[in-house]
């Protein structure tokens, strides 16, 4: 078993920047694929970057050039810096992990206004 517990979310302008942090607890060894998802009101929870354990990352197009994503394996920690924040950036954003299965934190919200 795996928890994840994010946190950084708020309200920004557009933009301007946050930093998203996701600490893993639990049966860390047996992690690979970190990544975040969001889900906007009203809307399907969507991809918006992975990167696995040899730090390969991936990005939703949406956010290629602004998000970055990276891990401390040390601190069994992700992290998404996000700038240039849009209005449509708006979303709770989850944690996602595979390890032996997929976990999820509990969200956090970003809210960017305009």
């Known amino acids: 078993q795996v928890q994840l517990v994010e946190s950084g979310g708020g309200l920004v302008q557009a933009g301007g920047s946050l930093r998203l942090s996701c600490a893993a607890s639990?049966?860390?060894?047996?992690?690979?694929?970190m990544g975040w998802y969001r889900q906007a009101p009203g809307k399907q929870r969507e991809l918006v970057a992975t990167?696995?354990?040899?730090?390969?990352?991936n990005y939703a197009d949406s956010v290629k050039g602004r998000f970055t994503i990276s891990r401390d394996n040390a601190k069994n920690t992700v992290y998404l810096q996000m700038n240039s924040l849009k209005v449509e950036d708006t979303a709770v954003y989850y944690c996602n992990c595979y390890a032996r299965g997929s976990y999820w934190g509990q969200g956090t919200q970003v809210t960017v206004s305009s």
């Open positions: 639990g049966t860390i060894f047996s992690i690979t694929t």
């Open positions: 990167i696995t354990g040899r730090t390969y990352t």
